[in-house]
């Protein structure tokens, strides 16, 4: 690969600022071959076609066009995919990975924000800040009595579903916290846990055991609706429910169902179908606390994932190996 090579941009363009500032965008381009003006939102648009036969490093983002066969066929040059966000799952397919191009991702450093957002989350949830905010809403005041009986975060136990990049961050910001955590992750084992310093509990001891369930694993066809009614069952009296992964690792239905009851409550920053429909029960359900999908990179975080990938650039021009590489064997088991 030469010193600088030729590279393009691949994402929705009104990204390209967000995530680039001009001191990333000029670190780029000091080392490789860069248009900023030339965005592919689509491989098939002749200018785009033009440029792809040229293109030796792809620099993807949200809204990468899917690279296919007829894609990689038009960039016979590619040696490389650095992808300026979180799962590279939406726009690879496994001819990528046959034709041994190299994939790297900013996933590690859209996972810190995530999992802030989580810790947060739980920590409100343990002084039920999301009733209470409701309740004084309602009534304007509020009776003080002293020690409120049932809150608090002492002790609380969090059980962690998915041992993800984002469940391990988690899990590392848990830590300082007086907090009992524990895991739940078919592909994770007895070692991995040891090294995370939780137990590791079948998800159904998990469930029964745990005053707030938090949810990181990938959405697969293995765990789709992974919380049912029967798991929702499970749920002790008065525990959480929180979801920053995919929305369909739920059933709304049922979540909607236990809702109703007010034995359960659920924090939800993703849903099923996104955006909910505006007659949703859930924007109105008292247990319930929707968030638009903003756990992950916002704002300023984006630039997180600009200089993941610049670095990565750095290192491919210089000819070191990449640091954040995706392993395609591992695309159903991280998130």
């Known amino acids: 690969m030469p010193e600088r090579p030729q590279a393009m941009l691949a994402m929705t363009p009104q990204n390209v600022e967000h995530v680039f500032s001009p001191d990333l965008l000029a670190r780029l381009r000091a080392c490789v071959d860069l248009d900023p003006a030339l965005v592919a939102e689509d491989f098939t648009e002749p200018r785009v076609r033009e440029a792809l036969s040229r293109t030796e490093v792809l620099i993807t983002g949200w809204g990468c066009p899917l690279l296919d066969a007829a894609a990689l066929d038009a960039a016979p040059g590619l040696r490389a995919v650095l992808h300026a966000a979180g799962s590279v799952k939406g726009f690879t397919t496994p001819e990528v990975w046959r034709r041994g191009i190299a994939v790297s991702s900013a996933a590690a450093a859209n996972a810190l924000p995530v999992a802030e957002y989580t810790l947060a989350v739980i920590l409100l949830a343990g002084k039920d800040a999301f009733g209470a905010r409701d309740r004084l809403r309602a009534r304007r005041a509020f009776p003080y009595g002293g020690i409120l009986a049932g809150l608090g975060n002492h002790g609380r136990r969090v059980g962690v579903v998915g041992a993800s990049r984002i469940g391990r961050r988690l899990i590392e910001l848990l830590r300082p916290h007086d907090l009992a955590v524990a895991l739940a992750d078919p592909y994770a084992d007895a070692a991995q846990a040891a090294r995370l310093g939780v137990p590791l509990l079948p998800l159904d001891e998990l469930l029964r055991t745990s005053d707030t369930v938090t949810l990181h694993a990938p959405h697969t066809p293995e765990t789709h609706h992974l919380v049912g009614a029967r798991e929702l069952a499970l749920m002790p009296d008065g525990s959480v429910l929180i979801n920053t992964a995919r929305g369909a690792l739920v059933d709304h239905d049922a979540l909607v169902g236990e809702l109703r009851t007010g034995r359960l409550r659920a924090v939800l920053d993703v849903t099923d179908p996104e955006p ?49 590489a995706v392993d395609p064997t591992e695309l159903d088991r991280t998130a």
């Open 276 to 324: 909910l429909p505006a007659d949703s029960p859930l924007f109105d359900l008292p247990g319930a606390f929707v968030t638009p999908h903003l756990a992950g990179s916002q704002g300023n975080e984006v630039a997180r994932l600009g200089r993941t990938v610049v670095e990565e650039a750095e290192r491919l021009s210089s000819g070191a190996a990449l640091l954040h």
